[in-house]
Each structure stands twice: as structure tokens, then as C-alpha cells.
């Protein structure tokens, strides 16, 4: 499967936009790039997902790079309950699993 | 929509006991999946079933078992509990592999001692 790799943390100031990457320089052409979140005592919730085109959504964007060997997955203004941990997986579409990484955690100072 | 319910949210397991994770979603989804997330860890894969009567392992399917006779219903069994199984385990479901979303519940937190 292919890998992704995150930083393990980042801060942002409440009300400011929050660009969070991630490296996938092993993705496939049928790799769908997934983000999900993980509201501390909660089960992961889905943010957003795409294939080639930047994708948006009422909760985020999703900016994928022209190679997609990369993606940033942008909150345009931060909230305090944006406090998470990011997961950004790669999901062959063909394939039955869905594989977790070890995510960023998302401090978000008032 | 209750979407995807577990049962209990807490247990504390004796070693050796068994005991039975319950996971049910009304969505009518046809993937279901088992995590544990281990504290301040991501979460890993344990079983995965794409309709009924069709399981899978995952990446730590050891020391676990699931069944899958309903759509709705997909539990998880633990037949000798460890302390290495103390975790939050999540249950989650899905349309299909195509669907972006996949929906989860909010956990169960087992310890045994």
C-alpha cells in the first residue's frame, strides 16, 4: 500500500485559515486521497476526499498537487473545536480496506 | 439516523474472559470495519467484512473474531482476553469501497486486567 507521511504537529491561531499537508510520493493513479478527523474521545469523522481536482466542502478544501505527490487539506478559519488529529490516507479504489496513518495533531490556540 | 451504534462504551474484562463488542448501523451500508486505537496511537485494522456473510482480516486480527449474518449487525469477539487487548475499539461502516465516507461510531474502552 502506499505510505503517507504527515507531521506529527502543528498549532494555528483560532479564526485563521490551516493548511495541513501531506507526502505521497508512492500514490497510484487509482489512489483516492481521503482525510478523515478524530475529535479527542471521539471516533474519526470524514472530512474530505478526491482523486486529481481540488475538491471543497462545507467543513474543508482539499488542494492536491499536479504530480499528486502531495495534498494540503485547508480549514479557511480555524475554530477552537478544530482541536484534532488529521488523518490523510490513500484509498486504492479497488481496494476493501481503509488504512490508517499516524496523523497530525491540530492545536488551535484561542 | 442513529447511524453506527456500539455497545457497551465501557467494560473492564477479567484475563481469560470473553466478551462480545456490538456493533449495528441502519444505513444500510455493506462495508464494516473493526479498528483498535491503542492510547496515543492511530488506529489499526483488526477485521472487515463487505456484506454478509463475507469477512476479512486485517492487520491485527489475532486474538479476535467477528461474524457478519446481517447487513446491520457486524460483532466482535474476543475469546481470551488479554491485557495487550486492553484499547478503544471502533466500529465503522461504509456504502462500498468507491464511497468517500465512512461513518463511525463513538467506541468502546476495554480494559483487562
Known amino acids: 500500500d502506499a505510505k503517507t507521511t504527515q507531521p506529527n504537529s502543528m498549532e494555528s491561531n483560532e479564526e485563521e485559515p490551516v493548511h495541513l499537508p501531506c507526502n505521497h510520493s508512492?500514490?497510484?493513479?487509482?489512489?483516492?486521497i481521503h482525510w478523515y478527523r478524530q475529535l479527542p474521545s471521539q471516533g474519526p469523522e470524514y472530512v474530505i476526499h478526491g482523486l486529481t481536482s481540488n475538491v471543497n466542502n462545507r467543513m474543508a478544501s482539499l488542494a492536491i498537487a499536479e504530480d499528486r505527490k502531495s495534498s494540503t487539506l485547508i480549514l479557511h478559519r480555524a475554530t477552537l473545536r478544530d482541536a484534532a488529529v488529521y488523518y490523510c490516507i490513500l484509498r486504492l479504489r479497488s481496494a476493501r480496506q481503509l488504512t490508517f496513518g499516524s496523523g497530525t495533531q491540530l492545536t488551535v490556540l484561542p | 439516523n442513529a447511524g453506527v451504534t456500539q455497545t457497551p462504551k465501557f467494560r473492564i474484562l477479567k484475563i481469560g474472559q470473553s466478551m462480545t463488542l456490538q456493533c449495528t448501523q441502519d444505513m444500510n451500508h455493506n462495508y464494516m470495519y473493526w479498528y483498535r486505537q491503542d492510547p496515543g496511537m492511530g488506529l489499526k485494522l483488526i477485521y472487515y467484512?463487505?456484506?454478509?456473510?463475507?469477512?476479512d482480516k486485517g492487520e491485527v486480527p489475532n486474538g479476535y473474531n467477528v461474524s457478519r449474518s446481517t447487513t446491520e449487525d457486524f460483532p466482535l469477539r474476543l475469546e481470551l482476553a488479554a491485557p495487550s487487548q486492553t484499547s478503544v475499539y471502533f466500529c465503522?461502516?461504509?456504502?462500498?469501497?468507491?464511497?468517500?465516507?465512512?461513518?463511525f461510531g463513538q467506541g468502546t474502552r476495554l480494559t483487562v486486567v
Open positions: 508512492t500514490i497510484s493513479g487509482t489512489d483516492y
Open positions: 467484512s463487505v456484506g454478509a456473510g463475507i469477512t
Open positions: 465503522a461502516s461504509s456504502y462500498s469501497r468507491d464511497s468517500g465516507e465512512a461513518f
